[in-house]
């Protein structure tokens, strides 16, 4: 397995192909937008130059890596060669399983189909190709390239050769991998997400302000980071895809998202894609306290 095709060159995509390329894998990484294909490139530069300075690798190194990338506008091209191709499209159920149908099609019957769905059924997708054995979840965790973890999900009819390929494979470019069953939010997300709808509920309701309820859990509780902070780093938006997709798999209203999480992705304060969530990055991805009816 030497060819791994990425699908979305946002965040995750980017990460993605990166790890996979400075593990010495040929990538081909496609996105219908060139503009965030070229912003892809040149994020992946940045992270390599980032670790150069670091001396974790060497200019040699960022060189062969960014050789390893190959990038592409349309999914007619550059997946006739894959092993395994991993989606890293919005999380969104539709556009999910619209792109596994293309995929389905125009991939070899032996090409293995990955999600890095945080959340979605991967039964639910995989029922939508003719190879529902060669379906699996690799939920990577965000930043790629520096993050351990890969949550790998088995749906329900993923078969155990594939299984032991992608733990394996995960195992190659340096992650821990740690196999899951295809339940909604897994176990990652499971667990994280309402953790960060109750500190959006306790600021809600006007119990702290957002500087105390992300001290209080960094101080009291050793995370790096709070859950406020955390959840704008995620993205509003994925946060409400995430806990509603939960409130709909399981049909218990713990999982209902909290109303000022809606209100705010309406309003599109989104967190750091944005500029502004629970607190402001207008000048800088530095959180700075918002102004506003938190405080």
Not at 45 to 71: G, H, Q
Request: proline share 5%; with cysteine; charged share 20%.
């Amino acid at each position: 397995m030497k060819n791994i095709a990425v699908i979305g060159a946002g965040t995750m995509g980017n990460g993605i192909a990166h790890t996979f390329a400075q593990a010495g894998f040929k990538v081909q990484l496609t996105d219908t937008n060139p503009e965030a294909l070229k912003k892809a490139i040149d994020t992946i530069s940045t992270n390599l130059d980032r670790m150069i300075s670091k001396e974790i690798i060497t200019d040699i190194d960022k060189n062969k890596t960014l050789a390893n990338i190959s990038t592409y506008t349309s999914l007619n091209e550059g997946i006739e060669y894959a092993s395994l191709v991993i989606e890293a499209a919005t999380e969104n159920e539709a556009i999910k399983i619209e792109i596994f149908k293309e995929l389905d099609a125009l991939c070899p019957e032996d090409t293995i189909l990955a999600t890095n769905t945080s959340s979605i059924s991967i039964t639910q997708i995989a029922s939508h190709t003719n190879r529902p054995e060669q379906v699996i979840g690799m939920h990577f965790m965000n930043p790629v390239p520096l993050m351990p973890l890969v949550e790998i999900i088995l749906g329900y009819n993923t078969s155990s050769a594939v299984s032991k390929t992608i733990v394996e494979l995960t195992e190659i470019i340096g992650k821990t991998p740690i196999s899951v069953k295809d339940y909604p939010g897994f176990v990652a997300n499971r667990i994280l997400m309402p953790l960060i709808n109750e500190a959006i509920e306790t600021l809600y309701n006007g119990i702290a302000g957002v500087k105390e309820i992300d001290g209080i859990m960094k101080l009291g509780m050793g995370h790096p980071m709070g859950p406020l902070q955390l959840a704008d780093f995620i993205g509003l938006d994925v946060c409400l895809s995430i806990m509603n997709v939960m409130y709909k798999g399981f049909k218990n209203p713990k999982y209902a998202p909290c109303p000022l999480l809606i209100n705010m992705v309406n309003a599109k304060k989104l967190g750091i894609k944005s500029k502004e969530g629970f607190y402001d990055y207008t000048s800088s991805k530095k959180a700075q306290i918002v102004s506003s009816q938190f405080n």
